[in-house]
């Protein structure tokens, strides 16, 4: 672990062991020497995050005493960013609430960032007054850039084609149309049209067209029963023209929840869908309430929650993954809300 990320890991750990104690202002610490055997750090790295926590008010160093809670520790707090970098659509407020509201417990406010693929200097100044970043979505080389030159700890959500460095939870997107196609094979479903998005620098394309493959073998399906086409990103008229050029042949669709707005609001999808399943592969990123009204709609949503992971990571497993520092969410579960249907069930495995 670097430097940065051993003192901005303690600097985590200090405020975690006072919100979960309760420890009221004038708390006096418990001894350098005891810390340091807790956190396993050198007294060098615990003095510097002690340090940074009373520049910011938090605590306060009294010369021959110790440190102690300070009086402002209410009002002095933390800052996580959140950037998003091509998907206006995430994070959700569905996601934003409650991970602003669990981040509350730990003195730390969050700032969303949404950006272009493009880098922005007025972002990268705001990124710098954070004390850790969380990142998303499509990153260029550029951004990884940007967001290293700033040296603060960083947690990367979702797949990526770049070796961008970066801690990263990612989702197991084999699992995901694994259970698409054996729930559609369940009811004799076998012929399927696959939706993936046609963009160079959509950093998890790669990554979802190796779990499509894996996904097809473990099933016993081929090229034969399962049709891959590329969307166009933001495209509807994309959606519509794969509808009709694939007219006949798939019973079922396979889709990403951020395509499925851009067919919806074409008044005759559904003539052009044949009225088949589509099976939506969710990550929180769409929950309109218009979705509740179409039927056939089905969604595979993954359990785990986006606050729960950015909470464990910074507070809890201090800056560090399990493994070789990627982590892989495995558990996906068929959701029925907020996707309904009147007469296609499926149930788990």
């Known amino acids: 672990m670097s430097r940065i990320l051993k003192y901005s890991?303690?600097?985590?750990?200090?405020?975690?062991?006072?919100v979960e104690r309760g420890l009221p202002v004038g708390t006096k610490l418990p001894s350098e020497r005891s810390l340091c055997a807790r956190f396993?750090?050198?007294n060098l790295t615990l003095r510097h995050a002690e340090d940074e926590l009373c520049e910011s008010g938090m605590l306060q160093r009294e010369e021959g005493r110790g440190v102690f809670i300070a009086s402002t520790w209410k009002g002095k707090r933390l800052r996580l960013g959140f950037l998003s970098i091509d998907v206006p659509t995430y994070p959700t407020e569905s996601i934003i609430r409650p991970l602003s509201d669990l981040l509350d417990t730990y003195?730390?406010?969050l700032q969303v960032l949404y950006a272009h693929h493009e880098v922005q200097a007025w972002l990268v100044e705001e990124m710098s007054r954070m004390d850790f970043l969380v990142v998303s979505g499509f990153l260029t080389q550029e951004w990884v850039t940007a967001i290293r030159s700033l040296g603060k700890p960083v947690l990367q959500l979702g797949h990526s084609n770049l070796e961008t460095g970066f801690p990263r939870v990612e989702s197991d997107f084999r699992?995901?149309?694994r259970l698409a196609f054996t729930a559609c094979q369940r009811h004799g479903i076998r012929r399927f049209l696959v939706w993936q998005i046609q963009h160079e620098q959509h950093s998890n394309s790669i990554a979802l067209s190796k779990a499509l493959e894996e996904a097809m073998q473990s099933c016993g399906l081929n090229s034969n029963d399962v049709i891959v086409d590329e969307i166009r990103p933001n495209s509807m008229q994309s959606c519509v023209d794969?509808?009709?050029?694939?007219?006949?042949?798939?019973?079922?669709?396979?889709?990403?929840?951020?395509?499925?707005?851009?067919l919806v609001y074409h008044g005759s999808w559904r003539s052009l869908t044949g009225n088949c399943p589509i099976m939506v592969i969710t990550c929180?990123?769409?929950?309109i309430d218009e979705f509740e009204q179409?039927?056939?709609?089905?969604?595979?949503?993954i359990q785990r929650s986006t606050e729960s992971i950015v909470c464990m990571y910074f507070f809890r497993w201090q800056c560090r993954l399990p493994g070789n520092g990627e982590y892989c969410m495995e558990a996906w579960e068929f959701a029925r809300p907020p996707f309904k249907s009147n007469h296609f069930?499926?149930?788990?495995p």
């Open 175 to 177: 699992d995901a149309y």
């Open 9 to 18: 890991s303690v600097k985590q750990r200090l405020i975690q062991y006072i």
């Open 284 to 287: 929180d990123m769409w929950h």
């Open 345 to 348: 069930e499926f149930s788990m």
């Open 40 to 42: 396993g750090v050198s």
């Open 107 to 109: 003195q730390c406010d």
């Open 294 to 301: 179409l039927p056939d709609i089905y969604a595979i949503n």
């Open 242 to 262: 794969s509808l009709t050029r694939n007219n006949g042949k798939f019973d079922a669709i396979i889709m990403r929840d951020y395509m499925l707005s851009y």
